[in-house]
């Protein structure tokens, strides 16, 4: 129960109090289950839009509205860590000024085009899914960006130099979860696109693909795994999710 409380207080603004200590062995227990408080926020993410959409706003309008309740169910960490990390990347500096950088608490012109592009891509593709009223795939979006999180912890990955949070995640996800998660998407994903089987999957391999490429690069142009490169993981991989399930094909 310590590890599901504290996943909750991590991931959300819910009102769960986390355990006194943690240690990495808690703390990589917690983040085994980030899929399954994904899936929670998931499917308030997908309560609000079908609320929204049976009050007659328009589909754009409850998109947005959506993506701005998903930022504050998440205290807008994730987006947070988003900018700071394209700032971060965007500076061609060494490694450590790259850290120093995203540690400033500025958000750059690097950063605020990120925010600009993930909020506007989630929020149209969330709209795409209403109009197609694909429910199940605007959970399946928001759920895959927390088994990124899974995966970018896996065993072998270094925490960045003076990272706190890095330094409690990094590398504490062993092989079964590493493979479960995605599998569990695999299956699961297959029902988000009805009519259409096969696009679930392919999403679901091309996100976690994309998002794996990002964090390995951030890995090596950071010397590790942060905090700020874990939220953008979740940006990253919901965005390009949201964006794949509202394909027309």
């Not at 929020?123 to 990124?148: K, Q, T, Y």
């Not at 999403?203 to 874990?230: I, K, P, T, Y």
């Amino acid at each position: 129960m310590n590890a599901v409380r504290l996943a909750i207080s991590w991931l959300t603004v819910a009102p769960v109090g986390g355990p006194s200590t943690v240690d990495r062995h808690l703390a990589g227990r917690a983040i085994t289950l980030a899929p399954l408080v994904g899936l929670l926020l998931g499917a308030g993410t997908a309560a609000a839009l079908w609320v929204f959409d049976r009050a007659g706003l328009t589909s754009a309008l409850a998109g947005l509205l959506a993506v701005g309740l998903l930022a504050l169910g998440t205290r807008g960490m994730h987006l947070d860590g988003l900018a700071d990390t394209a700032d971060g990347l965007g500076s061609y500096g060494p490694p450590e000024r790259a850290r120093q950088i995203m540690k400033s608490g500025a958000a750059g012109p690097f950063g605020v085009a990120a925010l600009i592009f993930a909020i506007g891509i989630q929020a149209f593709a969330f709209a795409a899914l209403v109009d197609e009223r694909r429910w199940a795939a605007i959970v399946c979006a928001v759920a895959l960006g927390r088994v990124a999180v899974v995966i970018a912890c896996r065993r072998g990955v270094p925490a960045a130099p003076e990272s706190g949070f890095g330094t409690l995640v990094a590398g504490t996800q062993p092989l079964a979860p590493v493979i479960c998660w995605p599998v569990l998407a695999l299956a699961g994903c297959v029902f988000a696109v009805p009519g259409n089987f096969w696009l679930g999957p392919v999403v679901v391999v091309g996100a976690l693909a994309g998002s794996l490429l990002v964090a390995r690069h951030c890995v090596r142009r950071f010397g590790g795994l942060s905090g700020d490169v874990l939220g953008a993981t979740v940006e990253i991989t919901s965005s390009l999710a949201a964006l794949g399930f509202s394909s027309t094909l």
